[in-house]
T-cell receptor, first 115, second 110 residues
C-alpha cells in the first residue's frame, strides 16, 4: 500500500459542483499539505496543516477549503468548481525531523477536470 | 513573497551529455533547498542542501548550494534516457512549508 493515498485518481466534474479530494497517510507524519500543479508550472501551495488543530492558508487558497479529520486524513474541497481549477492536485506529508533525508512524501496525485 | 526561479525551462540533450540545471531563490528565513525528480506523476526526493559549498552526490547526480549568491545547481553526468523528467527545485523556510520553482523539463534522446 502507498504511504500517501489520494482519491480519486481522476475526476471530471461540472462547473458549480462541490467536490472533495481525499488524502490519507500511513507515515505517521503530523504535517500535511495540498498543492496544485498546472501544465508547465511548479507546485503551488493551497493549504497546509501541522497538526489536527492547525490549518493554514497557502498562496492560492481562494475557492478551496480543507478539513483535517485526523492525523492521517486531510481533505480538500472545492465548494463550487470552476474551469480554472482544472489541474493536478498533490497531497504531501512531512516529518520535520526527517525532512532532511526524505523531503516531502507525495501522493500519486488527483487529476481534476472542471468542464 | 518567497520566490524560486529555475532555468532553463526545458533542455534537450543526447545520451552521454552532461547537464547543469539552475535554481535561484529569494525567500525569508531560508532553511533548506531540495531537489525533486518528477516523471509520470508524483515528485520524488533527490537531495536536500542546507550548507554552502558542500556537494551532495548520488551516482551521476550531484548538487551544490551557494547561500551567499542564493542559488543551487544540479548536475547530471553521462545522461541516460531514464533521466528524462521534470526536475523541481524547492526552498523550505522556517515556516515549515516549501516554495517550488516551475521546474526544468529534461529530455534525453538516444
Amino acid at each position: 500500500d502507498a504511504d500517501v493515498t489520494q482519491t480519486p485518481r481522476n475526476r471530471i466534474t461540472k462547473t458549480g459542483k462541490r467536490i472533495m479530494l481525499e488524502c490519507s497517510q500511513t507515515k505517521g507524519h503530523d504535517r500535511m499539505y495540498w498543492y496544485r500543479q498546472d501544465p508547465g508550472l511548479g507546485l503551488r501551495l493551497i493549504y497546509y496543516s501541522f497538526d489536527v488543530k492547525d490549518i493554514n492558508k497557502g498562496e492560492i487558497s481562494d475557492g478551496y477549503s480543507v478539513s483535517r479529520q485526523a492525523q492521517a486524513k486531510f481533505s480538500l474541497s472545492l465548494e463550487s468548481a470552476i474551469p480554472n481549477q482544472t489541474a493536478l492536485y498533490f497531497c504531501a506529508t512531512s516529518d520535520p525531523a526527517r525532512t532532511g533525508r526524505y523531503g516531502y512524501t507525495f501522493g500519486s496525485g488527483t487529476r481534476l477536470t472542471v468542464v | 513573497e518567497d520566490k524560486v526561479v529555475q532555468s532553463p525551462l526545458s533542455l534537450v540533450v543526447h545520451e552521454g551529455d552532461t547537464v547543469t540545471l539552475n535554481c535561484s531563490y529569494e525567500v525569508t528565513n531560508f532553511r533548506s533547498l531540495l531537489w525533486y525528480k518528477q516523471e509520470k506523476k508524483a515528485p520524488t526526493f533527490l537531495f536536500m542542501l542546507t550548507s554552502s559549498g558542500i556537494e551532495k552526490k548520488s551516482g551521476r547526480l550531484s548538487s551544490i548550494l551557494d547561500k551567499k549568491e542564493l542559488f543551487s545547481i544540479l548536475n547530471i553526468t553521462a545522461t541516460q534516457t531514464g533521466d528524462s523528467a521534470v526536475y523541481l527545485c524547492a526552498v523550505n523556510t522556517n515556516a515549515g512549508k516549501s516554495t517550488f520553482g516551475d521546474g526544468t523539463t529534461l529530455t534525453v534522446k538516444p
